[in-house]
């Protein structure tokens, strides 16, 4: 399980900061994808950073924190924070990065990648006993054995995406985090590769979260789904209320932008730009967007309301 309280990220820049993530509350539960949806910029990416705690300069956590919860080699409850979280990688959390390409090492075969990764964080095994595990797990999740004897560019972008989500799930972490696992591949590739991360999910019994900009892709996969806006969660949900019984405004623009079977009529983007997360308005961030705002919402920031059974938004029109 995975726990974020109120957790607030920030980049450092020369003139300031830039808020990509403030006060982030919820928590993954065992064995469901949870799926994270919003804009480009909105903070997808950086919140999925601030869970595996990879913080590196110039990004940093101001506020909150992040638990990892698992257990110990005799089954006794663990608990990482951030800080340690780095501890469990690849043998509880994994981080299946977005852009397959550039994060596997071009000059070396996918086999030595596997290797160097798994020595690194699970102890150095008989390399022979290693290879045939690797073999074995590779023909689980249907992928030709050969793609270890391959470079990263010789295979498609598709392969690629399946080898590394492969690696990422190879020690069974009990969390996976995947960034974009579809975008930049084609319809049909896409489809292989969300099968592939739901069998994957089955096997394990773990808990997967995916952050996507396509609402297509969480509709697919996801159990419960968070939605982000200007590096704030405005709604969380079961993927089904959220897309049948949005609350949020923007969740309820985002859900009706999608185009449906049998529907012509002509579909809208959402009108106007997010707000700087240099200098974020108060009130809600959605305010100068948003058809329905009033005096309150661009002065006063929405607490956060329960709509539903673990439905949860934050807006004044629910109040
Ligand atoms: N290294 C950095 N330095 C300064 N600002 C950054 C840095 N990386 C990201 N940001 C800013 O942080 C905000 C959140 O970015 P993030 O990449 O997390 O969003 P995202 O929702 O994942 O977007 P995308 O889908 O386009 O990747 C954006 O305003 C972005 O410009």
Redesign the pocket.
Known sequence: MLKLNQVSAR?N?LTGY?K??DKVDFEVRRNEIFGIA??????????L?VMYDLIDY??EISSGSVEVHTTGKKGEPVVYRNGEIHKSWWKDISYVP?GAMHVMNPVTRVKHQFFDTISKFHGVKDKRTLEHEIVAYLKELDLPPDVLKAYPHQLSGGMRQRVLIALATFLHPSIVLA??PTTALDVVVQRGILTMLSQVQRKLQNSMVI?S?DMGVHYQITNRMGI?YA?QLIEVGPTEQIFHAPQHPYTKMLIHALPKIGDNSQKEGIPGTPPS?KNPPSGCRFAARCPHATDVCRIVEPERVTVGEGHDASCHLLL
């Open positions: 980049y820049i830039v990509a993530v919003g804009e480009s910029g909105c903070g997808k990416s950086t919140l950073k110039p990004l977005q960034d974009e952050v900009h982000m590096g997360l």
